[in-house]
């Protein structure tokens, strides 16, 4: 079984709900269970609000000024997961290592880090940052689209 989507998204608060919502929704219609499902979910909202806060070319989060994307891949058993954002990108720092989890930021991507089987944070020069990460599916029994 193979499930992908992508969604372009304003740099609003709103956005990040929805693309929660719509990631839940896939996996409990695939028969994910429902611990991943809350792990990935949890993960996914926090790189989506760090594209909102961060992800722009400017201006506050809430005027609208940017977008970013998310694209969300069932493949197999596993799901991959990549949020794409028109900022400035990420610093050296965050790129070469995890921060740790104390510090006064990068808390959500220590979060992300520790939810998710693989992340890997890196920049676009000039179009911004991406955030993916992965992690393998466990089934609820009997799942209708689990993989044969």
């Known amino acids: 079984m193979s499930i992908w989507w992508s969604l372009h998204l304003r740099r609003e608060a709103a956005s990040v709900p929805l693309a929660r919502r719509l990631l839940l929704g896939t996996m409990e ?22 594209a909102v806060e961060h992800g722009g070319c400017g201006g506050p989060p809430d005027d609208g000024a940017g977008a970013y994307d998310v694209t969300a891949y069932l493949d197999g058993d596993c799901c991959r997961i990549e949020v794409t954002d028109s900022g400035p990108g ?3 720092a965050t790129v070469a290592r995890r921060r740790p989890s104390l510090a006064e930021h990068g808390r959500g991507l220590h979060l992300i880090a520790e939810l998710s089987d693989h992340v890997r944070f890196r920049n ?6 991406v955030v993916s990460f992965d992690k393998m599916l466990k ?5 209708l689209l689990r993989v044969s």
């Open 29 to 50: 219609t695939a028969g994910v269970d429902p611990d991943i499902s809350f792990d990935l979910s949890l993960a996914l909202s926090e790189a989506c609000a760090n």
């Open 90 to 92: 990420f610093p050296a």
């Open 124 to 129: 676009r020069p000039g179009r911004g940052a």
């Open 139 to 143: 089934w609820r029994d009997g799942a």
